[in-house]
T-cell receptor, first 111, second 114 residues
Framework: QKEVEQNSGPLSVPEGAIASLNCTYS??????FFWYRQYSGKSPELIMF??SNGDKEDGRFTAQLNKASQYVSLLIRDSQPSDSATYLC???????????WGAGTKLIIKP | EPEVTQTPSHQVTQMGQEVILRCVPI?????FYWYRQILGQKVEFLVS????????KSEIFDDQFSVERPDGSNFTLKIRSTKLEDSAMYFC????????????FGQGTRLTVV
């Protein structure tokens, strides 16, 4: 069974702090990893993707991938109230097209 | 900025009726997808479409579902005989390459089957 697991939260972080979101996946052969942000009632919005082990930075966001541990994370620096949303981890496993999704972590940034 | 557009934003239909959900992918994209999200649950893959044919489909995508690219711009999802459990948000997405590249989502169609 192909699974992507996330802590559902909510994760509460003070404004200006670093928010750390985690995701684990079941298939060791997974190739690509995506973080989407979803506001309530809206569609998923791509934040970052990562393919290789290590860190990838884009502005206030850093994705971290550890394939040996089957673990991917998203760090949000200088958290803003507008970052409050559900963050979805999606993984491309042995498929060319299909993404397997986690249930999402609800993030709340407190002013 | 190019975007994926979906119509309608909300569709209410009676059980047993046919519905067609419409999508206009980003113009230079070649791969198209339908996902659904039942309220409070995970996003689920339904189908991917490339080169005018289905490239992959999930167990959810049974004979009640079909997809079509009737012209150069539209991509549709048809549900032949809707069931109550088909009520969900349906998202269309497109990408310029296969699954290892990022897919961009439309704003979704909320389907309510009564």
């Amino acid at each position: 069974q192909k699974e992507v697991e996330q802590n559902s939260g909510p994760l509460s972080v003070p404004e200006g702090a670093i928010a750390s979101l985690n995701c684990t996946y079941s298939d060791r052969g997974s190739q690509s990893f995506f973080w989407y942000r979803q506001y309530s009632g809206k569609s998923p919005e791509l934040i970052m993707f990562i393919y290789s082990n290590g860190d990838k930075e884009d502005g206030r966001f850093t994705a971290q991938l550890n394939k040996a541990s089957q673990y991917v994370s998203l760090l949000i620096r200088d958290s803003q109230p507008s970052d409050s949303a559900t963050y979805l981890c999606a993984v491309n496993m042995d498929s060319n097209y299909q993404l397997i999704w986690g249930a999402g972590t609800k993030l709340i940034i407190k002013p | 900025e190019p975007e994926v557009t979906q119509t309608p934003s909300h569709q209410v239909t009676q059980m047993g009726q046919e519905v067609i959900l419409r999508c206009v992918p980003i113009s230079n994209h070649l791969y198209f997808y339908w996902y659904r999200q039942i309220l409070g649950q995970k996003v689920e893959f339904l189908v991917s479409f490339y080169n005018n044919e289905i490239s992959e489909k999930s167990e959810i995508f049974d004979d009640q579902f079909s997809v079509e690219r009737p012209d150069g711009s539209n991509f549709t999802l048809k549900i032949r005989s809707t069931k109550l459990e088909d009520s969900a948000m349906y998202f269309c997405a497109s990408s310029d390459a296969g699954g290892n590249t990022e897919a961009f989502f439309g704003q979704g169609t909320r389907l309510t089957v009564v």
